[in-house]
Protein backbone atom coordinates (compact mmCIF):
# COMPACT_ATOMS: atom_id res chain seq x y z
CA UNK A 1 0.00 0.00 0.00
CA UNK A 2 2.79 2.41 0.75
CA UNK A 3 4.49 1.84 -2.26
CA UNK A 4 2.10 2.02 -4.25
CA UNK A 5 1.29 5.44 -2.72
CA UNK A 6 4.93 6.50 -3.20
CA UNK A 7 4.53 5.72 -6.88
CA UNK A 8 0.83 7.61 -7.66
CA UNK A 9 3.07 10.49 -5.78
CA UNK A 10 5.54 10.32 -7.75
CA UNK A 11 3.08 10.12 -10.78
CA UNK A 12 1.59 12.88 -9.96
CA UNK A 13 4.78 15.02 -8.91
CA UNK A 14 6.43 14.02 -11.76
CA UNK A 15 3.73 15.60 -14.36
CA UNK A 16 3.54 18.62 -12.37
CA UNK A 17 7.70 18.63 -12.84
CA UNK A 18 7.67 18.07 -16.33
CA UNK A 19 5.26 20.29 -17.17
CA UNK A 20 7.38 22.95 -15.90
CA UNK A 21 6.16 23.14 -12.18
CA UNK A 22 9.71 22.88 -10.89
CA UNK A 23 12.39 24.80 -10.06
CA UNK A 24 11.69 26.92 -12.77
CA UNK A 25 9.50 29.84 -11.12
CA UNK A 26 12.09 29.91 -8.16
CA UNK A 27 11.99 33.65 -8.59
CA UNK A 28 7.91 33.59 -8.36
CA UNK A 29 8.77 31.69 -5.01
CA UNK A 30 10.94 34.83 -3.32
CA UNK A 31 8.92 37.22 -4.71
CA UNK A 32 5.15 36.16 -4.57
CA UNK A 33 4.54 34.66 -1.41
CA UNK A 34 1.35 35.49 0.37
CA UNK A 35 1.10 36.77 3.80
CA UNK A 36 -1.19 34.83 6.28
CA UNK A 37 -4.68 35.27 6.29
CA UNK A 38 -4.57 38.58 4.03
CA UNK A 39 -7.07 36.83 1.21
CA UNK A 40 -9.96 39.21 0.83
CA UNK A 41 -9.22 41.46 3.55
CA UNK A 42 -8.95 44.64 2.65
CA UNK A 43 -6.81 47.54 3.99
CA UNK A 44 -6.93 51.21 3.37
CA UNK A 45 -6.25 52.42 -0.24
CA UNK A 46 -6.15 55.76 -1.62
CA UNK A 47 -7.29 54.40 -4.81
CA UNK A 48 -9.49 51.68 -3.60
CA UNK A 49 -12.90 53.54 -3.08
CA UNK A 50 -13.34 54.92 -6.42
CA UNK A 51 -12.33 51.93 -8.11
CA UNK A 52 -14.69 50.11 -5.80
CA UNK A 53 -17.80 52.54 -6.78
CA UNK A 54 -17.06 51.31 -10.41
CA UNK A 55 -16.93 47.58 -9.71
CA UNK A 56 -20.05 48.30 -7.78
CA UNK A 57 -21.75 50.31 -10.13
CA UNK A 58 -20.73 47.24 -12.78
CA UNK A 59 -22.07 44.59 -10.40
CA UNK A 60 -25.58 46.32 -10.54
CA UNK A 61 -25.40 47.40 -13.76
CA UNK A 62 -25.19 44.02 -15.23
CA UNK A 63 -26.61 42.01 -12.41
CA UNK A 64 -30.53 40.56 -13.08
CA UNK A 65 -33.02 42.05 -10.84
CA UNK B 1 -0.54 47.84 -2.34
CA UNK B 2 -3.55 45.58 -3.32
CA UNK B 3 -6.39 47.10 -0.95
CA UNK B 4 -9.84 46.44 -0.98
CA UNK B 5 -9.47 44.91 -4.06
CA UNK B 6 -10.24 41.46 -5.56
CA UNK B 7 -7.44 38.87 -4.17
CA UNK B 8 -5.35 41.39 -2.14
CA UNK B 9 -2.11 38.78 -2.65
CA UNK B 10 0.62 41.01 -1.10
CA UNK B 11 4.44 40.12 -1.89
CA UNK B 12 6.39 39.16 1.02
CA UNK B 13 7.71 35.29 1.89
CA UNK B 14 5.56 32.91 3.85
CA UNK B 15 6.98 32.00 6.91
CA UNK B 16 4.87 30.76 9.98
CA UNK B 17 2.14 29.11 7.73
CA UNK B 18 4.52 26.78 6.23
CA UNK B 19 6.86 26.24 9.39
CA UNK B 20 5.70 22.85 10.43
CA UNK B 21 4.46 21.81 6.79
CA UNK B 22 6.76 21.12 4.26
CA UNK B 23 5.55 21.42 0.99
CA UNK B 24 6.71 19.47 -2.46
CA UNK B 25 8.64 21.71 -4.72
CA UNK B 26 5.90 21.27 -7.05
CA UNK B 27 3.49 21.90 -4.66
CA UNK B 28 4.96 25.12 -4.05
CA UNK B 29 5.81 26.14 -7.06
CA UNK B 30 1.62 25.85 -7.54
CA UNK B 31 0.81 27.90 -4.98
CA UNK B 32 3.20 30.71 -6.19
CA UNK B 33 1.24 30.59 -9.82
CA UNK B 34 -1.90 31.13 -8.00
CA UNK B 35 0.00 33.97 -6.02
CA UNK B 36 1.14 35.96 -8.97
CA UNK B 37 -2.09 34.97 -11.12
CA UNK B 38 -3.96 36.33 -8.32
CA UNK B 39 -1.32 39.77 -8.09
CA UNK B 40 -1.94 40.30 -11.62
CA UNK B 41 -5.20 39.63 -11.46
CA UNK B 42 -6.09 41.53 -8.33
CA UNK B 43 -5.09 44.97 -9.58
CA UNK B 44 -2.47 46.52 -11.82
CA UNK B 45 1.23 45.40 -11.26
CA UNK B 46 3.52 47.59 -9.19
CA UNK B 47 7.47 48.50 -9.93
CA UNK B 48 8.18 45.37 -7.92
CA UNK B 49 5.78 42.86 -9.66
CA UNK B 50 7.12 43.82 -13.43
CA UNK B 51 10.50 43.22 -11.99
CA UNK B 52 10.30 40.11 -10.93
CA UNK B 53 8.38 39.00 -13.71
CA UNK B 54 11.22 39.82 -16.09
CA UNK B 55 13.17 36.87 -15.06
CA UNK B 56 10.70 34.32 -15.32
CA UNK B 57 10.39 31.59 -17.64
CA UNK B 58 12.62 29.15 -19.62
CA UNK B 59 12.14 27.37 -23.13
CA UNK B 60 11.39 23.40 -22.19
CA UNK B 61 7.64 23.54 -21.61
CA UNK B 62 4.53 25.16 -22.96
CA UNK B 63 4.46 26.56 -19.81
CA UNK B 64 7.56 27.83 -18.95
CA UNK B 65 7.73 29.45 -22.78
CA UNK B 66 4.09 31.45 -21.56
CA UNK B 67 5.69 33.00 -18.81
CA UNK B 68 9.03 33.58 -20.52
CA UNK B 69 6.80 35.43 -23.15
CA UNK B 70 5.04 37.47 -20.16
CA UNK B 71 8.47 37.81 -18.72
CA UNK B 72 9.33 40.05 -22.09
CA UNK B 73 6.09 41.68 -22.07
CA UNK B 74 6.97 42.56 -18.60
CA UNK B 75 9.87 44.05 -20.02
CA UNK B 76 8.68 45.95 -22.56
CA UNK B 77 5.52 47.50 -20.04
CA UNK B 78 5.55 50.19 -17.42
CA UNK B 79 3.43 50.33 -14.52
CA UNK B 80 1.88 53.86 -16.41
CA UNK B 81 1.31 51.16 -19.45
CA UNK B 82 0.03 48.06 -17.29
CA UNK B 83 -2.55 50.51 -15.16
CA UNK B 84 -4.26 51.29 -18.23
CA UNK B 85 -4.41 48.25 -19.70
CA UNK B 86 -5.50 46.65 -16.46
CA UNK B 87 -8.40 49.12 -16.13
CA UNK B 88 -9.23 48.51 -20.21
CA UNK B 89 -9.53 45.32 -19.51
CA UNK B 90 -11.64 45.01 -16.44
CA UNK B 91 -12.93 48.34 -15.43
CA UNK B 92 -13.74 50.10 -17.95
CA UNK B 93 -16.67 52.65 -17.63
CA UNK B 94 -19.32 50.61 -16.43
CA UNK B 95 -17.52 47.61 -17.57
CA UNK B 96 -14.36 46.53 -18.41
CA UNK B 97 -13.85 44.43 -22.11
CA UNK B 98 -13.73 41.31 -19.47
CA UNK B 99 -16.02 40.32 -16.66
CA UNK B 100 -13.58 37.99 -14.62
CA UNK B 101 -16.34 36.12 -12.24
CA UNK B 102 -17.27 32.71 -11.73
CA UNK B 103 -21.31 33.57 -11.89
CA UNK B 104 -20.56 35.53 -15.14
CA UNK B 105 -19.20 33.08 -17.08
CA UNK B 106 -21.37 29.89 -16.03
CA UNK B 107 -24.53 32.17 -16.04
CA UNK B 108 -23.96 35.46 -17.73
CA UNK B 109 -25.19 37.46 -14.78
CA UNK B 110 -23.05 38.46 -11.83
CA UNK B 111 -24.51 37.45 -8.05
CA UNK B 112 -25.96 34.59 -9.12
CA UNK B 113 -25.52 30.65 -7.65
CA UNK B 114 -21.76 30.15 -8.03
CA UNK B 115 -21.13 32.86 -6.20
CA UNK B 116 -23.52 31.61 -3.53
CA UNK B 117 -22.09 28.48 -3.27
CA UNK B 118 -18.42 30.05 -2.82
CA UNK B 119 -19.98 31.74 -0.15
CA UNK B 120 -20.92 28.33 1.56
CA UNK B 121 -17.68 27.24 0.86
CA UNK B 122 -15.59 29.86 1.94
CA UNK B 123 -18.41 29.93 5.00
CA UNK B 124 -17.01 26.65 5.99
CA UNK B 125 -13.17 27.01 5.42
CA UNK B 126 -13.89 29.97 7.74
CA UNK B 127 -12.39 32.67 5.25
CA UNK B 128 -14.61 36.20 5.93
CA UNK B 129 -14.50 39.13 3.65
CA UNK B 130 -13.95 42.29 4.83
CA UNK B 131 -16.15 44.63 4.85
CA UNK B 132 -14.44 47.09 3.28
CA UNK B 133 -13.84 44.99 0.06
CA UNK B 134 -17.15 44.99 -2.36
CA UNK B 135 -16.07 42.82 -4.73
CA UNK B 136 -17.94 39.73 -4.90
CA UNK B 137 -16.16 36.65 -4.34
CA UNK B 138 -15.91 34.98 -7.12
CA UNK B 139 -13.22 37.24 -9.01
CA UNK B 140 -10.87 35.08 -10.91
CA UNK B 141 -8.20 37.03 -8.45
CA UNK B 142 -10.00 35.95 -4.94
CA UNK B 143 -9.94 32.07 -6.25
CA UNK B 144 -6.44 31.85 -7.21
CA UNK B 145 -5.75 33.71 -3.76
CA UNK B 146 -7.32 31.10 -2.32
CA UNK B 147 -6.08 28.45 -3.77
CA UNK B 148 -2.55 29.44 -3.13
CA UNK B 149 -4.12 29.37 0.64
CA UNK B 150 -5.12 25.85 0.43
CA UNK B 151 -1.63 24.45 -1.29
CA UNK B 152 0.08 26.53 1.82
CA UNK B 153 -2.27 24.95 4.19
CA UNK B 154 -3.17 28.68 5.35
CA UNK B 155 -6.92 27.81 5.05
CA UNK B 156 -8.32 24.48 5.28
CA UNK B 157 -6.47 21.14 6.48
CA UNK B 158 -3.69 21.51 3.58
CA UNK B 159 -4.79 18.43 1.75
CA UNK B 160 -4.85 17.87 -1.82
CA UNK B 161 -8.39 16.32 -1.78
CA UNK B 162 -9.66 19.47 -0.70
CA UNK B 163 -6.92 21.71 -3.49
CA UNK B 164 -9.26 19.46 -6.05
CA UNK B 165 -12.68 19.76 -5.00
CA UNK B 166 -12.31 23.48 -4.48
CA UNK B 167 -10.63 23.72 -7.75
CA UNK B 168 -13.09 21.42 -9.45
CA UNK B 169 -16.36 23.18 -8.32
CA UNK B 170 -15.27 26.93 -8.63
CA UNK B 171 -12.38 27.47 -11.06
CA UNK B 172 -12.53 24.40 -13.50
CA UNK B 173 -15.90 24.78 -15.28
CA UNK B 174 -15.18 28.41 -16.26
CA UNK B 175 -11.16 29.51 -15.67
CA UNK B 176 -9.88 28.11 -18.81
CA UNK B 177 -12.71 29.78 -20.75
CA UNK B 178 -11.99 33.39 -18.84
CA UNK B 179 -7.94 32.63 -19.31
CA UNK B 180 -8.46 32.06 -22.71
CA UNK B 181 -10.40 34.85 -23.53
CA UNK B 182 -7.57 36.97 -21.73
CA UNK B 183 -5.21 36.02 -24.19
CA UNK B 184 -7.41 37.27 -27.09
CA UNK B 185 -8.60 40.26 -25.70
CA UNK B 186 -8.29 43.50 -27.50
CA UNK B 187 -6.82 45.46 -24.87
CA UNK B 188 -4.37 42.61 -24.10
CA UNK B 189 -0.99 43.10 -24.43
CA UNK B 190 1.04 42.48 -21.19
CA UNK B 191 -2.08 40.15 -19.98
CA UNK B 192 -2.21 37.87 -23.08
CA UNK B 193 0.51 36.04 -22.24
CA UNK B 194 -0.79 35.88 -18.64
CA UNK B 195 -3.86 34.60 -20.09
CA UNK B 196 -1.83 31.93 -21.41
CA UNK B 197 0.04 31.08 -18.61
CA UNK B 198 -3.53 31.40 -17.10
CA UNK B 199 -4.80 28.92 -19.02
CA UNK B 200 -1.88 26.26 -19.36
CA UNK B 201 -1.58 26.47 -15.58
CA UNK B 202 -5.84 25.26 -15.37
CA UNK B 203 -4.55 22.20 -17.94
CA UNK B 204 -1.91 21.56 -15.89
CA UNK B 205 -4.20 21.36 -12.91
CA UNK B 206 -6.80 19.70 -14.08
CA UNK B 207 -4.56 16.83 -15.43
CA UNK B 208 -2.91 16.25 -12.47
CA UNK B 209 -5.85 16.59 -10.07
CA UNK B 210 -6.85 13.33 -12.02
CA UNK B 211 -3.76 11.85 -10.75
CA UNK B 212 -4.08 9.94 -7.59
CA UNK B 213 -2.25 11.42 -4.44
Known sequence: MQREERRSGQGRRGFLKLAGLGAVVGTVAAATGTKPAQALAAEGDRGAGYRLTEHVKKAYALARF | ?213
Open chain 2, 1 to 213: MAEGRPGTVRGGMVEDALADRRLDEEDHTRARVYGLLARYLAAPPDADLLQLTRGLGESGTPFGRALAELAARAAEASVESAREEYHELFIGLGRGELLPYASYYLTGFLYERPLAELRDDLRTLGIARVEQNKEPEDHIATLCEIMAGLIEGRYGDGTLDLQRRFFARHLEPWAGRFFTDLERAKAARLYAPLGSVGRLFVDIERAAFAMAD
